[in-house]
């Protein structure tokens, strides 16, 4: 005989709880615009550098440390706006993160010296903590039943911020060339890279709107100022593996996707594959469509199949392999441009693929690890090793690719090798993740 509460338990474990559906537009739309600000630049990076009078063959290490500059500022703050999240909310830290990202897009535009574009990257990473806070609001925003739904639209909004920030990046950087009557000291001939970064600091500054009126605080931790809290109940086996794996998800993910670009625009007589930025753009955005559909409908589907902790180890298998076939694009660019940028999108998109679902599972695992009233600082320590991890994968990598194309070596020396040591560095991960306790399967409640 069939118990009627066995029924009711059922039922209520297979009942999804709706997404909060204007609360998760809100926080997208941030997310979007973050991103946008922070990817515009990848089309004209090394372009802009290459007007710095650097040689090409240092291209790679300066594109490194520009990239890493961003990172090194949230590397030492992020911790300070998690915690500070958690004591006057998370809607001041995210508005207060958008306006700065608007103006320091701005500033970037302005640049005309590789000091000048170091340091605002630098400033840009310290005054937005949005990375961080974001997922700590998707996740108060949701349950067990739908976190994963959400969690997997995450990918989605920085896809969009990929498709709209490089496009416009690609498209509109050096105006003269699309409109003549842009010359001389008009300044927008001075500063060629002024344009795109006007329009997409509007991004975040709409987010910046959007957010202050629409977003609400989603919870309140009503026992910080009444007990006193160490480190020691804070963190625990689980989260200090999934940090470290989370460093090093970056550390070989933001390395490699450097190396792209990197690869894409070296002239073919380097053995690059010798794109124009609007090449690299459209390479980005074909890409960019597609993650976003598997995003929302496959990763889901995938973890409601494997589990949580099952799908992240076999997601690691695959992480190091799709790093190296991307340096294969060097062995067919004797093709002509438009192949070469067909191959291009599907072994990007092969890359991307993996990346993106190893991003959206060790997020889940990190929430999980902890309760509810220590997110924000856990998530803050968790993104400020992860821009560790994103400030040495592209110093890395753009050194050890300006060496490997300015040496006459064979394989595996020449220009796989930057590929392969990511990889390896990516394979990494296995030996970690069969420390986790099952427990990280599920929320701490």
Request: hydrophobic share 50%; with cysteine; aromatic share 14%.
């Amino acid at each position: 005989m069939i118990n009627n509460s066995d029924i009711s338990l059922n039922i209520e474990q297979n009942t999804i709880t709706p997404l909060p559906k204007l609360k998760l537009f809100i926080i997208l739309t941030v997310l979007t615009s973050e991103m946008a600000s922070l990817m515009y630049i990848t089309p004209f990076l090394t372009f802009m550098i290459k007007s710095f009078n650097i040689d090409e063959e240092d291209i790679g290490y300066y594109s490194g440390v520009i990239l890493s500059s961003y990172m090194a500022g949230q590397f030492f703050s992020n911790l300070f706006w998690g915690y500070l999240s958690e004591k006057i909310g998370l809607k001041p830290i995210i508005l207060f993160g958008l306006l700065s990202s608007s103006i320091c897009t701005i500033l970037f535009g302005l640049s005309k010296s590789i000091i000048w574009a170091i340091f605002i990257r630098l400033l840009h990473g310290l005054l937005s903590g949005n990375l961080a806070v974001s997922r700590t609001y998707l996740y108060l925003i949701t349950d067990k039943t739908n976190e994963t739904k959400a969690f997997s639209l995450f990918p989605v909004a920085i896809c969009v911020g990929a498709i709209i920030a490089p496009a416009i990046g690609g498209l509109l950087e050096t105006p003269s060339k699309i409109w003549p009557n842009i010359n001389g000291n008009h300044i927008f001939n001075i500063y060629p890279y002024l344009l795109p970064s006007i329009i997409i600091s509007f991004l975040p500054f709409i987010g910046f709107i959007m957010g202050l009126f629409f977003i609400k605080e989603p919870y309140k931790n009503e026992t910080e100022n009444t007990e006193i809290e160490t480190t020691t109940f804070v963190l625990n086996k689980n989260i200090y593996i999934c940090i470290y794996l989370y460093f090093n998800i970056r550390l070989s993910l933001i390395g490699s996707d450097n190396l792209f670009p990197l690869l894409l625009t070296t002239s073919k007589k380097n053995n690059g594959l010798g794109f124009s930025p609007n090449n690299l753009a459209i390479v980005f955005m074909c890409s960019a469509v597609f993650l976003m559909i598997y995003s929302i409908i496959f990763i889901p589907l995938l973890k409601k199949y494997f589990g949580l902790l099952k799908l992240f180890s076999i997601v690691q298998i695959f992480n190091p392999l799709s790093i190296f076939c991307i340096s294969l694009l060097s062995d067919f660019n004797i093709l002509n441009n438009t192949i070469l940028s067909i191959i291009s999108c599907i072994f990007f998109i092969m890359k991307g693929s993996f990346a993106t679902l190893s991003v959206v599972l060790i997020n889940l695992m990190i929430n999980n690890s902890t309760e509810k009233k220590y997110l924000g600082r856990v998530n803050g320590i968790s993104q400020s090793f992860a821009a560790l991890g994103s400030i040495i994968g592209p110093i890395i990598s753009g050194v050890l690719y300006s060496w490997s194309i300015k040496n006459d070596y064979r394989f595996p020396l020449d220009i796989h090798f930057s590929f392969m040591i990511f990889s390896i560095i990516s394979f990494t991960n296995l030996l970690f993740v069969s420390f986790i306790d099952d427990s990280i399967n599920n929320r701490i409640e």
